[in-house]
């Protein structure tokens, strides 16, 4: 389950930008001039300090931007959180509430980086624009105000939009492709400070104004120029975790549900079994809070796949063991995981994800059900197989690796039930379709924001560095909104393909090792052979979807049909994973008979449908 859990995001501190007279030209010389014109000329850096309310929480944010290069740092104290993020004019890294520091590259975190810094240091103003495209988008109307409109592309960056109050010919609003998320960013409130004019106040929005977040100007001034070393990526120390008496290793059974990874995780001494995700970060639900009872603060939009979010809080816990090994003292979101357990049928007390494998080597050895944290000062990866490099994309690992000949970003995803995914802008990218494959469209993943849709089929080969697997069950996504709409990326490769090797992480030098797993792997390759999603509910199954032309659509199956027994069997006493697994991997002309409240026995005959 590809997740995303951003504690906070930080507003541009410095964003004067364009506005539209008759030519691009002439709107950012109205900008410039509008702004302070030539009191921007030759200064070094702003420094500003913020306000910052939002998300349920307040707290501080300075900033400081290098208006002549586009570098930037941001220091923010954010309820019970802090985060620091920073731009060294070629890389972005952010130091996160855990402590520790990551070089993000992956997806469009570079991107956006430059992005931030072009406008901080408006770029736009120079000559040459600083590099960048910029094109004319007229004159537009919202709300009884007129706006010159921009579309900016600067190098190394991506597109976003401009918006010039016609007027003042101030920067109003921008309006950029974040990930899957649309930002929208307000500046208002414009006032002289130290010269120049900036906006006192700031709100970004991602589309519900309940997480929007504002930041209004305390204090802002220019100063000179700091040293190279203030913007530049620190490194981590962080001192937080250890395993008992010394030892260099840990290891501990799991339970592979729904290729899931489950097992047990002590929190504050008190056992309880948890979902290990390498898209995802250590997280607690709310009743293992309120069980500990953990103070929770703040309400932060959580997003993943599926078209909805799920609203978060932030808690401090003094410990998570897992096996021998300990994590002190952490900042954790709360999130309402357990809330999956109708499509999971079983509950989740939390998450084990990015802060742990941050500090650990973590073994998944998927062939012995068992996971293995290894001290990294004596980590040894001779045995560990063949290394593929990765990139960070917030919380998330994101490998370089080909499908059908088409080269992307896809991450590699321990919480994905799934092969493989891609995602909507790729496939259509790629002009990637079923052509004359055997395939069916519905229904096939859960996530934080509900159901996932896409069209399934026996897929291309996908190349993974050295490795090329073979045909894997594939998902093309059709969602337009969640994880699987991100165009910043090509797909998803979940534990149906990592379940054919010993997986290593090694975040602290951005490798995964790979080594196959000799013999049968069980349930590999597989798709549910009825054309069904089922969630559990106190009285039975729900059909979620009956796939059109499968087994239990021809037979007579719909959405919002509730299941009691499944051959002449009680759904009380049937685990909904078990159930899946047998409609996956049963053979074809198994007859299984579903009853069904007001239809009575409904036989479906299960038969490959890719």
Not at 349 to 377: H, Q, S
Not at 529 to 552: E, K
């Amino acid at each position: 389950m590809r997740t995303n859990f951003v504690t906070f995001a930080l507003a541009a501190s410095v964003a004067t930008a364009p506005a539209y007279a008759t030519t691009a030209a002439d709107v950012l010389a109205a900008n410039k001039a509008a702004s302070g014109a030539a009191a921007w000329d030759g200064k070094g850096a702003l420094r500003i300090e913020f306000a910052y309310v939002g998300q349920g929480m307040t707290g501080t944010v300075v900033s400081v931007d290098d208006v002549q290069a586009g570098r930037w740092i941001d220091d923010a104290k954010i309820g019970p959180a802090t985060q620091t993020q920073g731009f060294d004019g070629a890389h972005t890294w952010v130091r996160d509430q855990s402590g520790t520091v990551t070089q993000q590259d992956g997806g469009d975190a570079r991107q956006l980086a430059f992005n931030e810094g072009y406008r901080r240091a408006n770029l736009w103003w120079r000559a040459d624009r600083g590099g960048a495209n910029v094109v004319s988008d007229g004159t537009k109307s919202d709300g009884g105000a007129s706006y010159d409109v921009l579309t900016v592309t600067p190098k190394d960056g991506k597109p976003f939009d401009a918006w010039f109050d016609a007027k003042t010919h101030l920067l109003a609003r921008t309006v950029e492709q974040q990930g899957p998320q649309v930002a929208t960013t307000t500046l208002s409130d414009y006032r002289v400070y130290d010269g120049v004019e900036l906006p006192a106040k700031t709100v970004v929005s991602m589309g519900d104004a309940k997480y929007d977040q504002a930041e209004t100007i305390a204090s802002a001034a220019f100063e000179p120029m700091p040293a190279d070393a203030v913007f530049a990526m620190p490194a981590s120390d962080v001192a937080d975790f250890s395993i008992a008496g010394g030892a260099a290793e840990t290891t501990l059974p799991f339970q592979l549900v729904n290729n899931h990874i489950y097992a047990p995780v002590a929190v504050n001494g008190k056992p309880y079994t948890f979902i290990f995700d390498s898209g995802g970060v250590n997280v607690v639900t709310p009743p293992t809070a309120k069980e500990l009872g953990l103070e929770t603060t703040g309400h932060i939009q959580g997003n993943g796949s599926g078209s909805g979010h799920m609203d978060f809080g932030l808690t401090r816990v003094q410990t998570l063991r897992i096996g021998n090994a300990t994590i002190s003292d952490q900042v954790l979101p709360v999130a309402p995981l357990n809330e999956l357990a109708p499509a999971e049928g079983l509950v989740d007390d939390g998450m084990i994800g990015f802060e742990t494998f941050r500090r650990f080597v973590t073994v998944v050895d998927y062939g012995a059900n068992k996971l293995t944290f290894i001290d990294p000062k004596k980590f040894d990866a001779r045995d560990s197989g063949t290394p593929v490099p990765f990139q960070f994309y917030g919380n998330t690992l994101v490998v370089e690796a080909s499908y059908a000949g088409h080269r992307g970003q896809f991450i590699v995803d321990t919480g994905a039930r799934m092969s493989l995914t891609l995602n909507t802008p790729f496939v259509k990218a790629s002009g990637l379709s079923v052509g004359s494959a055997k395939s069916v469209a519905g229904v096939t993943g859960w996530g934080i924001g509900g159901p996932t849709r896409s069209q399934v089929m026996r897929g291309a080969p996908l190349a993974l560095g050295s490795f090329t697997v073979d045909h894997p069950v594939a998902e093309l996504s059709t969602d337009t909104a969640g994880s699987n709409s991100d165009a910043a990326l090509a797909g998803n490769i979940g534990a149906g393909i990592l379940k054919r090797y010993v997986v290593t992480l090694d975040y602290g030098h951005q490798l995964i090792y790979l080594k196959p797993i000799g013999g049968k792997i069980a349930d590999l390759d597989t798709f549910d052979r009825a054309g069904l999603w089922l969630n559990q509910d106190p009285a039975g199954f729900t059909v979620i979807d009956a796939m059109s032309g499968a087994p239990s659509f021809e037979a007579g199956l719909r959405a919002g049909d509730l299941i009691t027994a499944v051959d002449g069997k009680p759904t009380s006493g049937i685990k909904l994973y078990e159930l899946r697994k047998r409609l996956r991997n049963e053979a074809p002309g198994t007859v299984v008979t579903f009853a069904v409240k007001g239809k009575g026995d409904v036989k479906v005959t299960l038969r490959d449908l890719i």
